[in-house]
């Protein structure tokens, strides 16, 4: 573990330059650029907005702001998880040729992740200046689970990527479980409405404790209890202990299959 994280420092120019190039691939030949890291979200928010509102505006105070924090922390837990399945083949003729610390590169896609979606959150702030909601110093404390859902996605990123480079069909089947974790996530509709016997399941899906306590220090200016925490800190541990052994373990035969 030390030497990775003093292989980090040591090439940590080079792992600011992967992030660049990772964010400036993404809005490649884009005209509006990074300012769709703030448009495609608030978009995405007036169409869900518009087609569930009717049904759960009496049920969610704050719907917009609501609808558009599920939005983005979804997002970018699929975006990051998904660019970091693909890093390892997509660098694959930089691998052969160069050393590079391979976990630079799924690493590096979920940072460059990160960054648009801080940006996502401006939106945020102008829907609660719209909307009059109240701003409290306790919002600042969003940052708590933001860092935890990073942590998750990179463990898990690690983890696509260290499975996708010998089952590369791993693209298709994630696809499937980023669509059941979508429904399994109250993006739009209120965690109120499942059964109390389906909450264990809902339990399960890691983006679940960490958007409600995103949603709790940001609309309803509480403190997340304790559980909630220890929930987000397992999931942190597990995703992230299972992702760093399975890449380490993989990563030198990743060569003879790139």
Known sequence: M????????????????????????KYRNSIFGVLWSMLNPLLMMIVLSVVFMALFENDIPNFPVYVLIGRILYQFFSEA???????IIANGQ???????????????RVCSSF????ISFVPVVIMMLVTGMEFRWINLLFVVPLIYLLIMSSGIGLLL????VFFRDMNHFYSIVLLVLMY??????????????????IMLNPLYPVVEMFRDVVIEG??????THLISISYVIIYGVIGFLVFYKTQDRFIYYL
């Open 2 to 25: 030390m030497s990775h994280f003093q292989n980090l420092l040591k090439y940590k120019d080079l792992f600011i330059e992967l992030v660049k190039k990772d964010i400036k691939l």
């Open 81 to 87: 998880t998904n660019f970091a399945m693909d890093s």
């Open 94 to 108: 930089l691998i052969r040729k160069v050393y590079v610390p391979k976990y630079f590169f799924p690493l590096s």
């Open 115 to 118: 960054i648009t979606t801080v």
């Open 161 to 164: 990527a260290s499975i996708n």
């Open 184 to 201: 399994l996530t109250p993006i739009f509709y209120p965690a109120s409405i499942i059964p109390e016997e389906f909450m264990p399941i």
């Open 222 to 227: 509480i403190i997340p209890d304790i559980t």
